[in-house]
Every structure is written in structure tokens, then in C-alpha cells.
């Protein structure tokens, strides 16, 4: 199984917006959030991935074929890091889980941006809780910190890369 990170190109906008139709599905579990009277979940912020410094979207491949995406941004939202990126957003096809994808795909994220990295959580999603635990703490050899946003519903790791 051949797993790929490949940058999400302007001209594949539609495509990221449908695959992030489906990320929104399966999130709204714990977002609570509703589709639109068009039917839709909408994601604010596709547009900036192309027009903001510091946004890298990328699609994950199995065997060429889509299989989530992934987005990064150069920056943190609970924490000081020197040099930092973090995992905006993360979503692997129901059908690509449970199989090694999610955390191959991870890891080659990792490797592609050198420097700090903040991956955060809500407190109600208990299962990527656990999932990016698993893949941190392989991915360190432990060596990583967990913090809870004060502000926030949320939880997390940090680690240096």
C-alpha cells in the first residue's frame, strides 16, 4: 500500500471542497454543527489555503487513490512555539481507516515541516484523542507534552520535530 501526501493545487479546489463536505459530515459528531438549507456544512476557509502565508493543504493518497486530506498551518492556537505548525485539520475516509493510512499520513507530515508542532483535539472527540497520542508518542519516542486550552474545549500535544 502505497500511502502519498500531495499538495492540494488551486485547480483541485473542488475536489477539496467535496472532501471537505465529507470531513464536516463525520465531524459534526462532535461539532454538533447542521448542514445548510442548501445542503451543505461549508468551510470557511478554503480560499485562505492559496492567499494566506503559512496554509499547506494536502490530499492523502492510497495507491493513487483519495483518501483524506490534511491541512498545516505555520502558527499555533494554545501554545508559544518557536517555529510552529499545526494540524488544522486531519480526515481519513471511513473506508482508509483502521489500516495504517492516518497515522503513515501523519507521520510524513511531520517530516515535512521541521520545527514545532501543536496537534489539538476538542475534549469530546475521545477517539482522536487516542489516535493522535498513539501516533505522537511512536512517532517521539514519547518525548512529547500534553496541554489543555484554558479558553477552549480543547486538548492536545506538543512536540518538537
Request: glycine share 6%; with cysteine.
Amino acid at each position: 500500500m502505497e500511502i502519498r501526501i500531495d499538495p492540494i493545487l488551486r485547480e483541485q479546489k473542488s475536489v477539496f471542497m467535496q472532501m471537505m463536505e465529507l470531513y464536516m459530515y463525520d465531524f459534526s459528531e462532535f461539532s454538533g454543527e447542521d448542514i445548510n438549507e442548501y445542503g451543505y456544512f461549508g468551510y470557511s476557509r478554503i480560499d485562505d489555503y492559496w492567499n494566506e502565508e503559512g496554509r499547506y493543504p494536502f490530499f492523502i493518497r492510497v495507491d493513487g487513490m483519495l483518501a483524506g486530506l490534511v491541512l498545516v498551518r505555520s502558527c499555533c492556537e494554545y501554545n508559544n512555539l518557536p517555529n510552529p505548525h499545526n494540524i488544522a485539520e486531519f480526515f481519513v475516509m471511513k473506508k482508509y481507516r483502521r489500516k495504517g493510512v492516518g497515522k503513515a499520513a501523519a507521520m510524513k507530515v511531520f517530516d515535512m515541516f521541521p520545527g514545532s508542532w501543536e496537534v489539538a483535539q476538542w475534549k469530546s472527540n475521545v477517539p482522536a484523542q487516542s489516535f493522535w497520542k498513539q501516533v505522537i508518542s511512536e512517532y517521539t519516542k514519547g518525548k512529547y507534552d500534553t496541554f489543555v486550552a484554558k479558553d477552549k474545549e480543547a486538548v492536545g500535544f506538543t512536540f518538537d520535530r
